[in-house]
């Protein structure tokens, strides 16, 4: 049996090739979703509305059919039902037909390139659309069933991302087509159909100033909040290991010198500052405003019960618990009991506490490291070394379970 997968564009028959418009004509039965079957006569075995590849392929097997076609929306490699159907008609003569795809056609209407556009698809699928705008210059995003395109506006406002500009599309290739274009506050207040496509233009997508950790301590406002200093600052975003979607929290931000080299990190992430004397707060928003972490955000208010209404952490970060660091880890490890803890102290005491702290909550893959750091200092002609203060790192990861 030969089976055609086409590709047709965005619907219209207009956007159908030649060849795809051949192996229609050639073929005994048409499946696809019925707004892609209605342009179409019927063949001698009839149209079949089906969209699920399992339904699809039970149909094709029973059909008796020597040749038939799967229609599929757009092309058959962007997002398409035809990566599932390849598994399961390998007893057949497969012969796949690309089409026009959203992204092709969108950004020629536009008259723009998509080469440089981050593809998101954010119909039917697990996605983090606004955290991929939050870090990309140009991103194109298919939305649909649970996410719309005013719900991705939405989150961008939520963000403070609201100037990012936004071109929606609906009904791509139709009579009826429509294409709108604003900032994506203006948007959020608008209803768009189901199946909508979006390019969002980020014009300061979040990227690291440098090719990793270790911002100058100098390039951050502090007055005289303490700041956790470069080299300490450097190894625990190392020890967070953290991951561009991650959420972080920055329990006694200070500065918040953590909380924004944390946010570059994690630019498809959030990082949460959890910080409650109130001149500390205040340098938070200045160093966030002055560095434009958009996904940083700033939570005045003392630990843990600030911390019942954040998101559940991927990573936790304690520069300061105020001798609350059980109730705090608690808290994390009971939003995410496999969250990854980096504590850092100064005093012995803190240490042992911290030490007291992992064994009762059961941490795994605990590992101390006790970072001495001495800075240059010019006396005259010479240079002469001068010892800051030890700082131990501990990290730890919940087991799973407490």
């Not at 009991?337 to 803190?350: D, G, M, S, W």
Request: proline letters at 5%; a negative charge; aromatic letters at 6%.
């Amino acid at each position: 049996m030969k089976v055609y997968l086409i590709g047709v564009g965005m619907g219209n028959p207009d956007t159908l090739t030649l060849g795809g418009k051949r192996a229609i004509e050639e073929s005994e039965l048409l499946i696809g979703a019925p707004r892609l079957l209605e342009d179409f006569e019927a063949p001698a075995l009839g149209k079949l509305p089906l969209v699920r590849s399992a339904e699809i392929a039970e149909a094709l097997h029973s059909s008796g059919a020597e040749t038939a076609a799967v229609l599929l929306s757009g092309d058959v490699g962007f997002y398409s039902g035809a990566k599932n159907l390849y598994e399961l008609l390998t007893d057949c003569e497969v012969e796949t037909i690309p089409g026009i795809s959203a992204v092709v056609y969108f950004c020629a209407k536009l008259r723009t390139t998509w080469q440089d556009a981050f593809l998101v698809s954010a119909h039917g699928r697990a996605h983090n659309g606004v955290g991929e705008i939050q870090r990309h210059a140009k991103t194109f995003l298919l939305t649909g069933g649970d996410t719309k395109a005013e719900d991705i506006c939405k989150g961008l406002r939520d963000r403070s991302l609201d100037e990012v500009k936004i071109t929606v599309g609906e009904r791509l290739s139709y009579p009826d087509e429509r294409i709108v274009t604003g900032t994506a506050a203006e948007l959020a207040e608008q209803t768009f159909a189901d199946l909508s496509v979006m390019l969002a233009e980020n014009p300061r997508p979040l990227c690291w100033p440098f090719s990793g950790p270790g911002i100058p301590d100098e390039a951050f406002l502090r007055d005289k909040t303490p700041m956790t200093k470069e080299e300490v600052r450097a190894l625990s975003i190392s020890k967070l290991r953290l991951q561009p979607h991650h959420v972080l929290w920055d329990v006694g931000a200070g500065t918040g010198s953590v909380s924004v080299e944390g946010a570059f990190a994690v630019p498809a992430g959030l990082v949460f500052a959890v910080e409650h004397k109130p001149e500390a707060v205040e340098l938070i928003f200045r160093n966030k405003e002055q560095f434009g972490v958009s996904n940083l955000q700033v939570i005045p208010g003392s630990a843990p019960e600030v911390l019942e209404a954040l998101p559940p952490p991927d990573r936790v970060f304690v520069g300061g618990s105020s001798g609350r660091l059980e109730e705090i880890l608690l808290a994390a490890l009971c939003k995410n009991a496999k969250a990854r803890v980096v504590v850092n102290a100064i005093t012995l005491e803190t240490v042992g506490e911290a030490v007291r702290c992992f064994t009762k909550l059961g941490l795994i893959n605990v590992d101390i490291a006790q970072v001495n750091v001495a800075k240059a200092r010019q006396a005259g002609a010479y240079h002469l070394m001068t010892a800051q203060n030890p700082v131990y790192v501990l990290s730890g990861e919940g087991r799973g379970a407490l």
